[in-house]
């Protein structure tokens, strides 16, 4: 089960990490219009639809990654003090309540929006070629799909800690530093801290 989930988790975020480099060409997109805009005079009307679609794409996307990573947004005043059953048994409920109902009509919704696009094969009013919308609302319920199975597993999960009495692990990616970890790996004290920011602090003031 746990093979699975980790398989899962991996999904997700190949995809959250693929899709991520539509900031550095939104990046070059933008720069190269703000350019072509104001230096040559020569602005691309087109050029806001594609930003629209990169950042659209990019947004939906990102959803099953983050939720892999338990990175949502949550209200964690309280939440964070609760022992592993209780949060499982809270997620649980809101995964059911709201989650699953929200995402499985995002998914219904987006294939029938996406399939009325590809029907009249719709383009952005944008230009006399504007930009293939219909390839961007395709991604509505692809994105839906893959952050359903993300939320699946988170289920399971759930599920597993109610029995288990602790979380099941996930995939480790990037992670905000520790300082207190990061002192302890380098062996620095704070004592030693202390002492070199005063050396620091005097040989500046030998200097005046």
């Known amino acids: 089960m746990q093979k699975l989930l980790l398989t899962v988790d991996r999904i997700s975020s190949f995809v959250g990490k ?18 072509s805009r104001y230096a040559l005079n020569a602005p691309h009307p087109y050029i806001f ?19 892999s990573k338990n990175g949502h947004v949550r209200g964690d005043v309280l939440y964070g003090f609760f022992p592993p059953r209780l949060q499982a048994a809270l997620d ?3 995964y059911i309540l709201f989650f699953l109902p929200g995402v499985v009509a995002l998914c219904w919704a987006g294939y029938d929006y996406a399939a009325d ?22 991604v509505i319920p692809v994105a839906g799909t893959i952050l359903l199975a993300q939320g699946v597993v988170e289920i399971i ?9 602790r ?19 380098l062996h620095v004290r704070d004592a030693d801290i202390a002492e070199a920011d005063a050396r620091l602090t005097a040989g500046k003031g030998g200097e005046r």
Do not use: H, N
């Open 18 to 35: 693929v899709f991520a480099w539509l900031i550095v060409s939104l990046t070059f997109l933008i720069t190269y219009e703000v350019f």
């Open 49 to 67: 639809d594609l930003m629209l679609i990169m950042y659209g794409t990019l947004f939906m996307m990102s959803g099953a990654y983050t939720l």
């Open 92 to 94: 649980l409920t809101l």
């Open 117 to 138: 696009a590809w029907a009249i094969r719709e383009r952005s009013m944008i230009g006399t070629a504007g930009a293939p919308v219909y390839l961007f609302k395709t």
């Open 157 to 165: 999960r759930c599920v597993l800690c109610l029995k288990q009495g």
């Open 167 to 185: 979380w099941p692990s996930r995939k480790v990616d990037v992670q905000e530093v520790d300082v207190d970890q990061l002192k302890a790996i």
